[in-house]
């Protein structure tokens, strides 16, 4: 494989990578890509997650990368999550979110034994190491600059936070340092943590692989935009928002149900899901691939797209109404959560989902 090969692999359906040029220098320089991306144990895994995330890993898989999912258990702990319940935290971890995150990786075609699932407990207990790197990386930030970078944990920046906030950015920036990343893979989210990691990680002492970010293309909840909300807040699609949101382990009539109410006005192109989806999740970020509409000769016959650009054309003459689109794409996300349903249809998984909304109804 080429190393334009490579670099479309692995920037492909991402809004940025920090930098191309050091991306280009990372493959040709011969070394092992080290990737990770981490995931707080929160709340149920929808497609931003399971199809947008994994889907990129199965991407650098094929470049070659040794890809590997941190289980931040710390993390969530310190951002309140599940009730900030350490017990709860570990067995969601284990029992319910990395299992949904396999059930993902099925729906690529990837084994769970391609990846290397790490969780923070199991990190930091080996590597006594991390805490020096943890301090050497915060003496590295300023707290000004660290109080502003609160917002890759969803609070706002002027925010009143306690103390054990504050060790959130850093302690991500240290984990990266512990594994020894070289492709740190997040969503647009966690640019500020990737930006400070980049900043930092060449001023403390030792020899420290400097990180290349690649930031993945976001999915769009399902609900209409809100007023007054930015361009990123918009599209964001949301586990806290069930409406908005289609989970790995959905039934195909919840699939359905989710898709014929979704925010999809005619001809409107612009802060459409519908488009997001197809856009991203169909042709995966690129021009060129196949979308099939199915519908009755009266209402104009099966369609088949091969250029995104062309439902787009359609969409917005109204060739291609919003009832077809949903129908078509529900079926799509149907197909290709296949894999994850058959997974959750195991009752041991089963157990541990319902059990999972139980956490979560209680937190």
Not at 196 to 216: F, L, S, T, W, Y
Request: aromatic fraction near 8%; glycine fraction near 6%; charge should be neutral.
């Amino acid at each position: 494989m080429t190393t334009e090969e490579k670099i479309n692999l692995i920037s492909r359906n991402c809004q940025e990578v920090l930098t191309e040029e050091d991306l280009k220098k990372l493959i040709e320089s011969g070394k092992t890509i080290r990737h990770y991306i981490g995931f707080e144990i929160s709340g149920l895994v929808h497609l931003g997650t399971g199809l947008m995330s994994m889907g990129k890993i199965a991407d650098f898989l094929k470049a070659g990368a040794e890809c590997r999912i941190f289980l931040a258990d710390f993390h969530s702990f310190l951002n309140n999550k599940l009730g900030g319940k350490w017990e709860d935290i570990r067995w969601a971890s284990e029992n319910y979110f990395k299992q949904a995150l396999i059930a993902s990786l099925k729906c690529f075609g990837v084994d769970e034994d391609k990846v290397e699932f790490v969780s923070g407990k199991d990190l930091y207990e080996k590597n006594p190491i991390h805490w020096q790197n943890f301090m050497e990386i915060g003496k590295q930030v300023t707290l000004s600059r660290n109080l502003r970078s609160i917002s890759i944990m969803g609070k706002k920046q002027g925010t009143d936070v306690n103390m054990a906030t504050l060790f959130y950015p850093p302690l991500q920036v240290a984990d990266i340092v512990t594994m020894d990343i070289n492709l740190a893979h997040a969503g647009m989210d966690q640019r500020k943590a990737h930006v400070i990691a980049r900043d930092a990680i060449k001023k403390i002492p030792g020899e420290h692989q400097n990180p290349v970010a690649v930031h993945q293309n976001l999915i769009a909840g399902l609900t209409a935009p809100e007023a007054g909300a930015n361009d990123e807040e918009s599209l964001k699609m949301s586990k806290s928002k069930p409406n908005s949101a289609i989970f790995v382990h959905d039934s195909p009539e919840e699939i359905r149900n989710k898709i014929k109410k979704a925010y999809g006005p005619p001809k409107e192109t612009e802060n459409n899901p519908l488009l997001n989806w197809v856009k991203t999740l169909v042709f995966w970020g690129e021009e060129d691939g196949e979308f099939t509409i199915e519908r009755p000769e009266k209402f104009g016959g099966n369609a088949t797209y091969t250029k995104y650009t062309d439902v787009v054309a359609d969409y917005a003459s109204e060739k291609l109404f919003p009832l077809d689109l949903k129908n078509a794409l529900a079926e799509w996300i149907i197909k290709k959560l296949e894999p994850a349903r058959k997974h959750f249809e195991n009752p041991e998984m089963t157990k541990n989902l319902v059990k999972m909304k139980e956490l979560l109804e209680r937190t």
